[in-house]
Each structure stands twice: as C-alpha cells, then as structure tokens.
C-alpha cells in the first residue's frame, strides 16, 4: 500500500466522520420518508461539500437526494436557497429547483442530517466554444439576475474578503496541511494577495450587490437541444453580477476579453450590467484560490478529500500555491479587461 493510502486509512481510523452515518440503508429511509417507494437503486454522483445520490423509485423516475453537510447552514439559509430556486423556476428560468412535499416543505430532517429531493435532469457540460453557446449562456444569466435583482438575501453570506478570503485563510494556516518549512512563506504570500484583492473589492464597497448562484462554473450547468439548465445553488449569496460572469472565461487575455463580450451581449437584453465591476475579476479569481485551499484543509477530516485530493498536503503543492499566489498578485495590477 502507498504512503498516500496509509495516511489515508490512518486519518479514517482516527477521526470518525458524520457521513460514515450516511449508509445505504440510511439514505433509502429517509427519502421513503418523504411518502416515496425506493426501488432499491442508488448510485452516488460526485459532490465533496454535501453528500448526492440518484435514488431509484418505484414506477417513476429516480430523484436526485442532497444530503447538506452537518452544521454547514441553518435551516433558515437552505430554505432561502431553495426559495430563489423556486423563484427562479416560477419565472420559466430552466434550474434545477428542490421538489416539495403536500405541505410545501423542501428540507427534510432525518436524525443528522438536513437532506432536499430533485428531480433528475439530464444534460452534458456546456462547452462554450461557440459565439451562439456564450450568446445563450449569456441570456440565461441575465434572465437569473434579473430576478436576483427584485430582492436580497438575508440568512445567506455577502460575498467579501472575510468570508472567501481571510477566513478561509486562516483556518488552512491553523491546520496541519502546510509543510512547516513552507507555512511562513505560504502566510506571506497569501496575506499579501488578500489585501490586494480586499483593496480592490473595499472601491466597490458601494456597488450594488444582487443575489447571484456564487459558484456559476460550466459544471454547474447542464446543456441540452432545450438550452442550458442551473443546477447546485448551494453558494449561492449576495454579490456583484460579475461574479457569476467570470468563472466562465478561459484561455489567455485576448481570449477572455473575447468571451466576455459576447456573453455580455447575450446578458444585456435581460439586465443592466456595471461596467465597472470588470476590474475585481482578478480580485475575485484570487479569492477563490484562496478559498479552495482553505475549504479543502477544513474538510481534511472527511475521508473523501485525502482520496480526492492526495497531492494536498505534500511540499510541492504548496511550494506551486506560493508561485501561484505571487503571480496572481502581479495580475491585479493588469488593466482591466476591454469590453466597452
């Protein structure tokens, strides 16, 4: 067995973890709570945050079970995801929204964990490669975000560089993931791309802030012959538009500014957009670096993030995190990208 494997079975045998509570058995119980007759078939689809089964059912076809991570959000804040999905959805804007019972309920209690049915939605990873996909994409946006408009979140976050940046920051320098010999070195150079990327943010403290997805990447979303499908708010919170804007852009400069303007072309038939807010894409993208390393080192004790992500805690990914943190330092000072 690998030293990986080792470390791996050493962390599981050490540190139980909720969802070891999280058996077949379990699961099948407490979606025939819901008054529905599981055919017995069950099949886990990939989610590291929460835990998300495809359900067989009797005569009828199989729902989508998400089970929420245990004292991750209050009821109050599930609901509220829900609710802008069932918004959304009431809007004919094509998401995929929590299916609720005869008594209007959408989250579900059963013994740990709060638990949300779906229904199945089939669909492949947009692409994007084409003027009319980032056209289409681009509408779809604008149709959720101008919903996202009418009203705010109150029990969701803001999204901010306490809540994506230091905080998470810090818990992955408490935690034992960071070779000691690299931590001063990691802190530095995090710390300094944090208050960049919060200096740019504070300018546009003022900028109006809308209910957003939060986490809008292409596996977010399901594309069919109908168009494409949203699906997972579960990071869903109060922002700027741009931020489910920009996770969509790859490639180098030239390539992004590109797709960004035909996505805003297809975006603005359905709402305003600030021009302004394009400056804090590389602000943003340095938060979510941050946040991913944070959000993988607090998770470490649930044994299916060693299996997902063994290269985590060795030297040279963090020996590449402190590169990555000091180019993306340099990045902010880039101009922002034209598409006026």
């Given at each position: 067995m690998s030293n990986v494997d080792d470390r791996i079975d050493e962390s599981q045998e050490r540190v139980p973890h909720a969802y070891d509570a999280l058996t077949p058995d379990a699961i099948l119980t407490a979606v025939e709570g819901c008054g529905l007759l599981c055919d017995g078939r069950l099949l886990a689809l990939n989610s590291y945050e929460n835990r998300v089964y495809r359900v067989g059912i009797e005569d009828a076809e199989p729902v989508i079970a998400k089970f929420y991570r245990p004292g991750r959000w209050t009821d109050a804040a599930i609901e509220?995801?829900?609710?802008?999905?069932?918004?959304?959805?009431?809007?004919?804007?094509?998401?995929?929204?929590?299916?609720?019972?005869?008594?209007?309920?959408?989250?579900?209690?059963?013994?740990?964990?709060?638990?949300?049915?779906?229904?199945?939605?089939?669909?492949?990873?947009?692409?994007?490669?084409?003027?009319?996909?980032?056209?289409?994409?681009?509408?779809?946006?604008?149709?959720?975000?101008?919903?996202?408009?009418?009203?705010?979140?109150?029990?969701?976050?803001?999204?901010?560089?306490?809540?994506?940046?230091?905080?998470?920051?810090?818990a992955l320098l408490q935690s034992r993931c960071v070779?000691?010999?690299?931590?001063?070195?990691?802190?530095?150079?995090?710390?300094?791309?944090l208050c960049a990327a919060d200096e740019r943010l504070q300018a546009h403290a003022q900028t109006r802030r809308i209910r957003v997805h939060g986490d809008f990447h292409l596996g977010n979303v399901l594309w069919s012959e109908l168009g494409p499908s949203i699906v997972d708010l579960d990071d869903c919170c109060m922002s700027w538009p741009v931020q489910d804007l920009w996770m969509l852009l790859d490639g180098e400069r030239d390539a992004m500014q590109g797709q960004l303007i035909d996505v805003l072309e297809g975006y603005l038939e359905f709402s305003d957009f600030d021009y302004?807010?394009?400056?804090?894409?590389?602000?943003?993208?340095?938060?979510?670096?941050?946040?991913?390393?944070?959000?993988?080192?607090?998770?470490?004790?649930?044994?299916?993030?060693?299996?997902?992500?063994?290269?985590?805690?060795?030297?040279?990914?963090?020996?590449?995190?402190?590169?990555?943190f000091r180019e993306q330092l340099e990045r902010l000072d880039d101009p922002p990208l034209d598409v006026m």
């Open positions: 509220e995801e829900h609710e802008f999905a069932l918004e959304l959805a009431a809007h004919e804007i094509p998401v995929v929204a929590p299916i609720a019972d005869d008594d209007g309920r959408t989250v579900h209690t059963d013994g740990t964990f709060k638990f949300a049915l779906f229904p199945l939605r089939p669909g492949r990873w947009p692409e994007l490669e084409s003027y009319a996909d980032r056209l289409s994409l681009g509408r779809f946006m604008g149709r959720i975000h101008s919903i996202g408009a009418l009203r705010p979140f109150f029990e969701r976050f803001t999204l901010d560089a306490q809540s994506h940046g230091y905080g998470p920051f810090a070779p000691a010999e690299l931590k001063h070195n990691l802190e530095m150079a995090g710390m300094a791309l302004s807010t394009v400056g804090l894409i590389e602000a943003l993208r340095a938060l979510r670096m941050v946040r991913f390393n944070g959000w993988v080192a607090e998770r470490w004790g649930d044994p299916a993030f060693p299996i997902a992500f063994p290269w985590f805690d060795t030297p040279q990914h963090w020996e590449r995190q402190i590169v990555a």
